[in-house]
């Protein structure tokens, strides 16, 4: 099973920016379909983002036009580039990995969906 590490998270004001990164290790996640989900506290884990082994991508609306998920083979890496931060944005982000989840369902993943997790990343936006 692959390990992942994120990191990038902090503290930044509303309007700001952050790039979170997932290392992987073990196994290459070139192989592996991605994802972002993020909690807050008292809430259950959303999705945020996914990407495809071939680097297709999907959103969960209240992020789209603000986050890109992307990832380099070459550094066993994926990011999360977070654009206009707003207070709602505020949770533990984590990174996920799955060899066998559908494309189709990556646009509406669920967290079941994904067997491999970090340990997660705290964002906390000020208003």
């Known amino acids: 099973q692959v390990q992942l590490v994120e990191s990038g998270g902090g503290l930044v004001q509303t309007g700001g920016s952050l790039r979170l990164s997932c290392a992987g290790s073990?196994?290459?996640?070139?192989?592996?379909?991605m994802g972002w989900f993020r909690q807050a506290p008292g809430k259950e884990r959303a999705f945020v983002a996914a990407?495809?082994?071939?680097?297709?991508?999907y959103y969960a609306d209240s992020v789209k036009g603000r986050f890109a998920i992307s990832r380099v083979n070459a550094k066993n890496t994926v990011y999360l580039q977070m654009n206009s931060l707003k207070p709602e944005d505020t949770a533990v982000y984590y990174c996920?990995?799955?060899?066998?989840?559908?494309?189709?369902?990556?646009?509406?993943?669920?967290?079941?969906?994904?067997?491999?997790w970090g340990q997660g990343t705290q964002v906390t936006v000020s208003s």
């Open positions: 996920a990995a799955d060899t066998t989840v559908p494309n189709y369902r990556l646009g509406n993943a669920k967290a079941d969906d994904f067997d491999s």
């Open positions: 073990g196994r290459t996640l070139s192989t592996y379909r």
């Open positions: 990407i495809t082994v071939g680097s297709l991508t």
